[in-house]
């Protein structure tokens, strides 16, 4: 069974920096790209960064500069490192693992979501 299970959100002020992590169990990740998104109610699923499993990493424009992404497969994590956090940086913030070599099925995974509020 494949579980996706995010943490390290919360309430930061403007600047500020906090640090999200994502477990992933279940599946080899060598043959997944991990990566984070983001929405506020009302509004779509948008992505915030994704890292390869080569390492090829893509960033939103929104965050660059400020936000980092990496991964351990080892570990089976995933981080985002936020820092210079904005009100704008409000969201649920979820990890998303989908499978992108070795063939189909091509499944995606989703974690239940963790909450970032940046507010002074």
């Known amino acids: 069974q494949v579980q996706v299970v995010e943490s390290g959100g919360g309430l930061v002020q403007p600047g500020g920096s906090l640090r999200l992590s994502c477990k992933v169990s279940g599946v080899d990740l060598t043959f997944y790209t991990m990566g984070w998104y983001r929405q506020n109610i009302g509004t779509q699923r948008d992505l915030v960064a994704e890292v390869h499993s080569g390492n090829l990493i893509l960033t939103a424009d929104s965050v660059k500069g400020r936000f980092t992404i990496s991964r351990d497969n080892t570990q089976k994590m995933v981080y985002l490192q936020m820092n210079t956090l904005k009100f704008e940086d409000t969201a649920s913030y979820y990890c998303?693992?989908?499978?992108?070599?070795?063939?189909?099925?091509?499944?995606?995974?989703w974690g239940q979501g963790t909450q970032v509020t940046v507010s002074s």
């Open positions: 998303n693992v989908r499978k992108t070599l070795g063939g189909p099925p091509y499944t995606t995974y």
